[in-house]
């Protein structure tokens, strides 16, 4: 007896629907039963996980604020993804996005115009650039496996961020300590409201639309899709794959350093060793989980923002570990792609002769 | 503070709403207890790590236990110094807390801005500097800690060489790596330390690494500037000797830890907290050292009865301040001589003393 996954041949629109749905309460009775077991009460639990992100003006500034960036990043990912170009260095790019914006404000301290702020962010889309563009180059000329140098490129761009703080980019008032100056006024985002609620989700929003457009109005979407799904016959359409692959680099390496750019002028306000608590790699989770859609990729950047601030509130509620916040998490992203497989593929048990002795 | 006048009838509503759908869930939470004192922690680490944060969350237990039904405290571990630091200080904030101990270095700029909108709660910032009207910052003399394993390790060491695994290069490790080579020095002038940069404060399988490369390179005493038993492990197995760093951790490796530069914030959160409650707190900058028991080390073994009495008559020196670590003349790595070291200059410490087999990173 064994247990097979079929593709099914035509797909249920209600169930397509449905499956988030069904992984949210799926998620709900399996995190109630994890509560239980943990001594919690398990509709406190979930109340204060799901509902209560949800239940103040702060909370869901705060929301939106956390899932900014993992909409960026997420959204030129989901893009790179579906033509089959495995960008994995989003982080890397986000760090250097942060670094070349961060010129302006360390380098030209004194510089105070909105035109500071539109420096800051262009320098970020670029450093995001550049840096994806090593992992590109060398994938189109030599054949460099794409997964791996756009990792490697992470980690000398943390190296590098963490060399420029404690060193020459170090704030000589700042006791040696390892961090730049602050960045006041037009090196900031401008925020709205009271919050750290800042324009920088109006970017990501636009952003996100723009792609989804691209996606699905236009011959470049069109492109991306067939390089992606079938790239011969791309080749015999005329489209070229190495520009494809020069093209989905540049935009989501682009976005990650925008992305970088605006968190050290929003949240952070300065450089410092730590300026992105890992955004580059949720990402990644981020645009699976958005059904590699850009319009996906906002619900699920919020659904996991969600998911992070009811994890600390947790903690401070309940005195629930981190460590169980985080599986919890895990249970989520576990059903919602349960789910999804579902809608695509249909199980079976097949019982009694294996392939082999069927031959 | 919002402006609660322009309060539209809607948010009421809102309020209202939200109000009845928890009691629907059951979640009234617990019964809010008006008249007692909320104070909370944030960490950078797992409270899980037997090392700085741990110590860190006894201090937190030792409130509970001393002003027992008094207070109510709670915790969020695992914060990072970065974008969401803010937001787990802003929460504790609203949450009614009127104390919040942020515990590492990083938070310092987040603890300050969240302190300026909530002008009414009192922070205290662990081992930063920048301190406002609710914002006291506190900090223990680690280095005098570190002065008399130094002379321990330079008493022990056979090979010459003691290997010393750190985090980051700011003021606090320096000063530590100094205070160690002085005490090893005074009482053994032939002594190496060499030194590996792990980049973390907490990160078991890069320690446990680093620790192995410098038992290659000959050190057979080790010691650490970071937070997991996992360098202490590996000496253990390797049956050379070393130092336990934040907390105890002789029970992880008995054979292997003669003691540990262990904090104890206890004392120090007790007396802030009782300082709310009788109203008398105020923005106070302290650093403390073993005369006040906020640096203690555990009871000296697996070392010779004169060793360990050297050691004894060394923290008994500290604690009555004939002996400082940083008096006297100090050599520096550059050949430069300096005299009487000040506060500022342990706080601002970039430089090593002459000896250092290492080149200070930025």
Known sequence: MRFE???RSERSLVMAWASPVIAVVATMIT????FAILGKPPLTALWVFFVEPFSSL??????VVKATPLILIGVGLSVAYRANVWNIGAEGQLTAGALAGSMVPILFNSWQSPLTLVAMLVLGILGGMIWALVPALLKVKTGANEILVS?????????????LVRGPWRDPHGYNFPKSVSFEDWQTMPTIGDGRLNIGIVIAVVVAIALAVLMRRTIKGYEVRVMGEAPRAGRFAGFSADRMVIFVFLLSGGLAGLAGVIEVASTVGQLQPNISPGYGFTAII????????????VVAALMLAVSYLGGEAAQIALGLSDKAARVFQGVLLFWVLACDTLILYRPRLVFGTTPEAAR | MKNWSALTRRDAMKTALLGSVALAAGAAGPAAAADKLKAAWVYVGPVGDFGYSYQHDQGRKAVEKELGDKVVTSYVENVPEGPDAERAIERLARDGNQIIFTTSFGFMDPTIKVAKKYPKVKFAHATGYKRAENVSTFSARFYEGRYVIGQIAGKMTKSNVIGYIVSFPIPEVVSGINAFMLGAQSVNPNVK?????????????????AAKVLIGQGADILTQHTDSTAPLQVAQEKGILGFGQSSDMAKFAPKAQITAITDDWDGYYVDQVKQVLAGTWKSTDTWDGMAKGMVVLPPIVNVPDDVKAMAEKTMAGIKDGSIKPFGGKITKQDGTVVENLDDGAILSMNWYVKGIDDKLPG
């Open chain 1, 58 to 63: 702060w909370s869901l500034q705060e929301l």
């Open chain 1, 31 to 34: 995190g109630g039963l994890i």
């Open chain 1, 286 to 297: 981020v645009a699976f989980l958005g059904r590699l859609d850009p319009i996906g990729v």
């Open chain 1, 5 to 7: 996954l079929e593709k």
């Open chain 2, 193 to 209: 330390v060499k030194i590996v940069w792990v980049n973390s404060w907490y990160d078991p399988g890069k320690e446990a690494d």
């Open chain 1, 151 to 163: 990792l490697m490129m992470v980690y000398v761009a943390q190296l590098l961020l963490d060399w």
